[in-house]
């Protein structure tokens, strides 16, 4: 059953909830063609934060000129960080460098980066213990969650991993967050988030969500950066060469982080673009606005055209 009006409190709570979760949201975008981003002004409100994903290949300075124009936009940059893909300290030095002169960055998501190291990093513990983030002007730090575990490293060293970045971020007065990898199911994410708080771990969370694509593009961004379970949600509409061209949105996942996420320090979402930045943008806009309808049955809601 679809409610057209609030019947609670409760609702009425969850629904700004929802749309708080979608207003204060950051996105993020792989634009190829920089002409894309000009459009960007029209579709997210000025001075959101958009994050400028490091593609595999990518050269760095084409990270550093998305960010330029992105600012140019009027949006906050927040490019991704890859140390693994920098050659050496200079190439970092002058990747960072153009981030700030150029783009006035402050804030980045430090990501290890796929595959062997291409220079002298391995990892985003042993970037941050460079002191090259805070010496060139980022001071706000994003670091990456796994609420479906990681493919390649085991839990326990992804726990060692964090514990050793947020002990050298105090050192350096360094602003860290995290966030997390997109999941399917919002139980699983708070499931994760639980045993985080757990730990002692009072990091502020941001939760990453797979933006409204086709089945298809999800299940292959999904096998691609290595979700787990989570992947039977979609599969489950995936019954035909028709459906996997239906569009599937994060309303699910949404909708259970609004009902138990506030306790548990989830400072927004993060939504990753995958069926475009203009869609995602979309979706967001007509959430934060409040255009969309509870659907009890799929626990879920609907956005409304």
């Given at each position: 059953m679809i409610l057209t009006r609030d019947t609670t409190s409760a609702q009425r709570d969850l629904r700004a909830a929802i749309a708080t979760l979608a207003r204060t949201a950051s996105v993020e975008t792989s634009a190829r063609n920089l002409a894309e981003i000009d459009t960007y002004a029209a579709l997210v409100p000025a001075g959101t934060d958009v994050y400028v994903a490091a593609l595999p290949g990518m050269p760095y300075h084409h990270v550093a000129s998305t960010a330029r124009r992105l600012r140019q936009v009027g949006m906050n940059p927040v490019p991704h960080v890859t140390p693994r893909q920098l050659a050496s300290r200079a190439a970092a030095e002058d990747f960072l460098g153009r981030l700030r002169d150029d783009a006035g960055v402050t804030r980045a998501l430090l990501i290890a980066g796929d595959g062997e190291p291409v220079g002298p990093y391995a990892s985003s513990a042993q970037f941050l213990e460079t002191g090259l983030l805070e010496a060139h002007g980022i001071r706000s730090v994003g670091v990456g969650g796994y609420p479906e575990a990681h493919p390649r490293i085991p839990g326990a060293a992804l726990a060692v991993a964090l514990d050793r970045k947020i002990e050298e971020a105090a050192q350096r007065g360094i602003e860290l967050f995290v966030v997390t990898q997109f999941c399917f199911e919002g139980e699983v994410v708070l499931d994760w988030l639980a045993r985080l708080r757990a730990r002692g771990v009072t990091l502020p969370?941001?939760?990453?969500?797979?933006?409204?694509?086709?089945?298809?593009a999800l299940l292959n961004f999904g096998k691609r950066c290595g979700i787990g379970n989570s992947l039977r949600a979609v599969r489950s509409h995936a019954l035909s060469l028709p459906h996997l061209l239906v569009e599937h949105g994060p309303d699910k996942v949404v909708r259970r982080i609004g009902e138990g996420g506030a306790t548990l320090g989830v400072a927004g979402l993060h939504c990753f673009s995958f069926g475009g930045f203009a869609r995602s943008a979309r979706w967001l806009a007509a959430v934060a606005a409040g255009r969309?309808?509870?659907?009890?049955?799929?626990?879920?809601?609907?956005?409304?055209?």
């Open positions: 969370v941001r939760v990453g969500v797979a933006g409204p694509a086709s089945i298809r969309f309808q509870m659907d009890e049955a799929a626990a879920g809601f609907h956005v409304e055209d």
